[in-house]
T-cell receptor, first 113, second 112 residues
Framework: DAKTTQPTSMDCAEGRAANLPCNHSTISGNEYVYWYRQIHSQGPQYIIHGLKNNETNEMASLIITEDRKSSTLILPHATLRDTAVYYCIVRVATLGSNYQLIWGAGTKLIIKP | DTEVTQTPKHLVMGMTNKKSLKCEQHMGHRAMYWYKQKAKKPPELMFVYSYEKLSINESVPSRFSPECPNSSLLNLHLHALQPEDSALYLC???????????FGPGTRLLVL
């Protein structure tokens, strides 16, 4: 069962910040939030991940609420090439020191000129 | 370098054929994964190999048979597939089971 809920689709103007929300109200204390994106018919691309603190890298920023029940992925200056499906994912521990990614349904982000 | 390669890019096979998908990484990663993705759905985990041993099999039908000949290579052998097995098959790898997974471009499979 998915542990995350995301809007089905969003639009954003080119050059503006794209803010993608994700709810993960049942997340446990040691479960990480991951974001990947998938451009049409390609493999998923890793963007960023975090546990409690906000994170930033060259692609994006991840803001996690203090109660960890939701997060927002921010693409600071969206370009047309950022049009993709963005997946919010919770990484859970399973038996035998294994881990699995529990994928959300994804948000289709369309960047408009 | 975070490159995972997959061959072939596309594959069409009949229900009586035997074929194999190949995945390779040279990042020194010790965990490798097979996922299946149907259109407009997120990827679904099929198998996980950790240190060349199968650690997770998500109740995948036996017509899919994974193999990890060495730490850089992962195969998925296909036999007697059904049309509903048509999908994008994705390979991923990570440094260890708890680390970030990096995906290949996938093999698009069509079963006739």
């Amino acid at each position: 069962d998915a542990k995350t809920t995301q809007p089905t689709s969003m639009d954003c103007a080119e050059g503006r910040a794209a803010n993608l929300p994700c709810n993960h109200s049942t997340i446990s204390g040691n479960e990480y939030v991951y974001w990947y994106r998938q451009i049409h018919s390609q493999g998923p691309q890793y963007i960023i991940h975090g546990l409690k603190n906000n994170e930033t890298n060259e692609m994006a920023s991840l803001i996690i609420t203090e109660d960890r029940k939701s997060s927002t992925l921010i693409l600071p200056h969206a370009t047309l090439r950022d049009t993709a499906v963005y997946y919010c994912i919770v990484r859970v521990a399973t038996l035998g020191s294994n881990y699995q990614l529990i994928w959300g349904a994804g948000t289709k982000l369309i960047i408009k000129p | 370098d975070t490159e995972v390669t997959q061959t072939p890019k596309h594959l069409v096979m009949g229900m009586t054929n035997k074929k194999s998908l190949k995945c390779e990484q040279h990042m020194g990663h010790r965990a490798m994964y097979w996922y299946k993705q149907k259109a407009k759905k997120p990827p679904e985990l099929m198998f996980v190999y950790s240190y060349e041993k199968l650690s997770i099999n998500e109740s995948v039908p036996s017509r899919f048979s994974p193999e990890c000949p060495n730490s850089s290579l992962l195969n998925l052998h296909l036999h007697a597939l059904q049309p509903e097995d048509s999908a994008l098959y994705l390979c991923a790898s990570s440094q260890a089971a708890r680390q970030t997974q990096y995906f290949g471009p996938g093999t698009r499979l069509l079963v006739l």
